[in-house]
């Protein structure tokens, strides 16, 4: 776009130093994690632990209960995913291929409410939970995300993309309309799929507000509330929450490196967030 | 958004009455199959979206407490009682301050730094994917890393300014610096995001535009000015509303840095979500923070009437 020379060289040298500030909190907390007490506690600072040891993830993963933590999470982001998966490809679907009555208005209040944010209404979610005596429960955790409004949306757009001749040439052929859906249609958006699943698995995994307010026992506990309630702790050690950050950070990362290039066709096509 | 008019219902075809009615059947049989297949997922939308939201509405105009027996209606009270709450309206002040600054500083920085890749294209995927990594980081690990850097005694953050001749500061107990320790994390947590989005937009604008007013004679600011920014305008405005909106939501990361670590008290820094969250689940005053909440609903629906507004009157001209 612009090819002046000064302005590459500025380039080079901005995003570089704004792409080290991106990753150097992440190399300092691994460090951090890595360090024995003292070290961590040292001044000056040192930058590489001198004797690297794994005491700190033996301590939150073994002594805090972190495995369950993980495994608590690792339950509600893969439901979630699984539930979102299926109700927006579903939704999707239909709107995109079937002309029925109130078509138009069913999808503009689905979309009306992609805007709102939880915190607006997680007091009556809140309260349905409490009335069906499920608090503190995977229903209760998993409940709120089993549908996406952006899910149904960005399935919609995909789905829009399969031609409606091979949705024809099925029927020609006999199937009925849910193998059509089951065989082409979910055949066809794959990597649509993927991005969305990506997407959904995090928001369920990161979300913070809702595990905290329906989550009475520490046994519910997911990744993110068991690491905020230890770190509130009087007195914390930061070995063990660095190391506790560095697990609860891995599992996103992994599944972003993979699937790094879907995950920005995703963003390019509809803005999808992650 | 539009809702696309398209059918894949068989056209009207010349043949025999016997093949129409055929397809009518498979119109009929497409028609409970819509219901079957959509009927659960609005369902489930009218439960978990629909209703909760008209639901807070409506508990606002009640004093709601969950285990009281008695839930009177109060007409306007609980928003008479929001004009007096001092605490609501600093945590009012501080998340519009905080969003101000978070949204000016991330859109800034973020467009800036997609233009700069521009020029450097071919690298600019490593790039943006290390910029990205924060963005997929969740809220809570992100905020715990800082809280870290930003220990008054230890912290990293100290260390270095000690070379520029800073003496340590107290990021997270002095009431004046925590909103920028916030907004630094926010900034650092959302970039990425933005860039790439940025990155899409301007990769749509032209070449020969550009070249065409490079053979003009236009210098690189002009053409920033009169090509690009005008060319941009519809997203940086979906972005404004899209970082104003997430960082007006800010919560996680005032909830894990305003706790207190290692003996040092943090700044009891109000945000409206954290005014919420302890209105109804410490005190279970629920009416009272569904109040807020609408409050918080209003501000929202005011930045997409906004948004939309803006977008119609762009598509009038």
Same mark, same amino acid.
């Given at each position: ?12 040298? =901005? ?7 991106? =990753?150097?909190?992440? !190399? ?42 993980? /495994? ?20 999707? /679907?239909? /709107?995109?291929?079937?002309? /029925? ?18 915190? =607006? ?21 998993? *409940?709120? *995300? ?6 149904? !949306? ?23 309309? *849910? ?75 992994? =599944? *972003? ?18 | ?7 894949? %219902?068989?056209?009207? %075809? ?90 000016? &500083? ?37 905020? #715990? &890393? ?16 000690? @070379? ?21 994390? %926010? #900034? ?16 749509? +604008? ?39 909106? +997430? @960082? ?11 706790? %207190? ?9 109000? #945000?409206?979500?954290?005014? +919420? ?5 410490? @005190? ?10 609408? #409050? ?11 948004? @939309? ?9």
């Amino acid at each position: 776009m612009f090819k002046e020379r000064p302005i590459v060289i500025t380039a080079y040298i =901005v995003c570089t130093i704004f792409a080290l500030l991106a =990753v150097m909190p992440f !190399f300092w907390v691994l460090m951090t994690a890595l360090k024995t007490n003292p070290e961590i506690n040292a001044w000056p600072p040192q930058l590489f632990p001198h004797q690297p040891t794994l005491e700190h993830f033996y301590q939150i993963l073994g002594k805090e209960n972190f495995l369950r933590y993980i /495994f608590n999470s690792l339950v509600i982001a893969l439901s979630s995913m699984t539930a979102i998966l299926f109700t927006s490809s579903l939704a999707g /679907f239909i /709107f995109a291929k079937y002309k /029925f009555p109130f078509r138009g208005v069913l999808f503009a209040i689905i979309l009306a409410t992609a805007i709102i944010p939880l915190e =607006v209404y997680v007091i009556p979610l809140y309260l349905m939970v409490f009335g069906v005596r499920m608090m503190n429960s995977y229903f209760a955790l998993v *409940f709120p *995300f089993v549908i996406m409004t952006f899910g149904v !949306f960005f399935m919609r757009q995909v789905i829009m993309s399969i031609p409606d001749e091979l949705l024809e040439a099925a029927r020609v052929d006999g199937a009925n309309e *849910f193998w059509i859906y089951v065989r082409v249609v979910l055949a066809l958006s794959k990597s649509g799929l993927m991005a969305l699943g990506v997407f959904a698995f995090s928001e369920a995994w990161a979300n913070f507000i809702w595990p905290l307010v329906v989550v009475t026992t520490k046994d519910m506990y997911t990744t993110e509330l068991g690491l905020a309630t230890y770190q509130r702790q009087f007195y914390i050690e930061y070995g063990p929450i660095s190391a506790g950050a560095v697990i609860s950070i891995l599992p996103m990362l992994i =599944v *972003f490196t993979l699937l790094r290039r879907h995950i920005m066709k995703g963003i390019a096509t509809t803005g999808l967030r992650g | 958004m539009t809702v696309a008019t398209d059918s894949v %219902s068989p056209r009207a %075809s010349g043949l025999s009455s016997r093949r129409e009615e055929w397809r009518a059947s498979i119109r009929m049989n497409h028609l409970l199959w819509v219901v079957c297949a959509l009927g659960p997922v609005l369902a489930l939308f009218s439960i978990i979206r629909v209703y909760p939201i008209l639901e807070t509405i409506r508990l606002s105009f009640y004093r709601y407490h969950p285990t009281q027996r008695t839930k009177p209606f109060i007409g306007f009270d609980n928003y008479i009682r929001l004009l007096e709450d001092d605490a609501f309206r600093t945590a009012l002040i501080n998340t519009l301050q905080f969003c101000v600054l978070a949204v000016v &500083i991330t859109l800034t920085l973020a467009f800036t730094i997609a233009l700069l890749l521009r020029s450097i294209e071919r690298a600019s995927p490593i790039y943006e994917i290390l910029l990205y990594i924060p963005v997929v980081t969740p809220w809570v690990p992100a905020s #715990v &890393i800082w809280k870290w850097i930003f220990d008054p005694q230890h912290g990293i953050l100290n260390y270095w300014l000690g @070379f520029l001749g800073i003496p340590k500061l107290a990021w997270l107990q002095d009431e004046h610096i925590i909103l920028y320790a916030i907004v630094l994390v %926010s #900034v650092w947590k959302m970039l990425g995001y933005f860039v790439v989005v940025y990155g899409v937009g301007l990769r749509n +604008i032209p070449d020969d535009l550009m070249e065409a007013a490079e053979l003009d004679g236009a210098t690189p600011w002009q053409r920033l000015i009169y090509i690009v920014i005008p060319m941009m305008k519809p997203i940086i405005l979906f972005t404004v509303i899209i970082a104003t909106i +997430i @960082f007006f939501n800010v919560f996680a990361p005032v909830y894990v840095l305003t706790a %207190s670590a290692q003996g040092a008290p943090a700044y009891d820094f109000k #945000v409206v979500i954290g005014e +919420i969250y302890q209105n109804a689940f410490v @005190f279970y005053r629920m009416g009272y923070a569904g109040a807020q909440s609408v #409050v918080l609903l209003l501000f929202v629906l005011t930045l997409v009437f906004v948004q @939309f507004f803006f977008l119609r009157d762009k598509r009038g001209v």
